[in-house]
């Protein structure tokens, strides 16, 4: 993976995406690295990918970019995942958004406050790029 300056709040998938794409995917994390890594296997694998760095990004990014799903982690700077995800609820315009918690949180206290918020699945890091499309199908199925 070529080495690249630190990306900024809302910035573009790293690759071009192919002509017809599997959907739009929001990739909110704080760690450019995590973004890096999933966008660039998710754009691989047809799907066009863009980035929000913190809560707050991730909810202007949604609004901007309509996303097909939302994979969000729950440590962010300036607003929290779950508070992100009550936000991206109450909004008509994206209340229908499924959205994806790839967290290192594993306490099932954190797992219920998500779901409670709205969240579709709950994913713990470590998680390979190949589960994270798993479940990027399987909600993205389930909303059609």
């Known amino acids: 993976m070529a080495k690249r300056s630190r990306a900024t709040e809302a910035s573009p ?7 017809t794409t599997r959907g739009r995917v929001l990739l909110a994390d704080d760690s450019v690295l995590t973004c890096e890594l999933f966008g660039e ?42 508070a992100t ?4 609820k109450e909004d008509a315009q994206m209340r229908q958004v499924p959205v994806i918690v790839l967290t290192g949180h594993v306490a099932e206290t954190r797992r219920q406050e998500a779901l409670g918020a ?8 470590p998680c390979l ?11 993205l199925a389930r909303a059609a």
């Open 13 to 19: 998938a790293p690759t071009t995406p192919p002509a």
């Open 41 to 82: 296997y998710l754009s691989r694998r047809g799907f066009d990918v863009v980035f929000a760095h913190n809560g707050e990004a991730a909810i202007a990014q949604a609004r901007d970019s309509r996303p097909d799903v939302i994979v969000l982690d729950l440590s962010m700077p300036r607003l929290d995942g779950v």
């Open 85 to 88: 995800i009550r936000r991206l």
């Open 118 to 125: 709205g969240a579709a699945a709950f994913l713990v890091k």
């Open 129 to 139: 790029p190949d589960e994270v499309e798993r479940v990027i199908g399987e909600v």
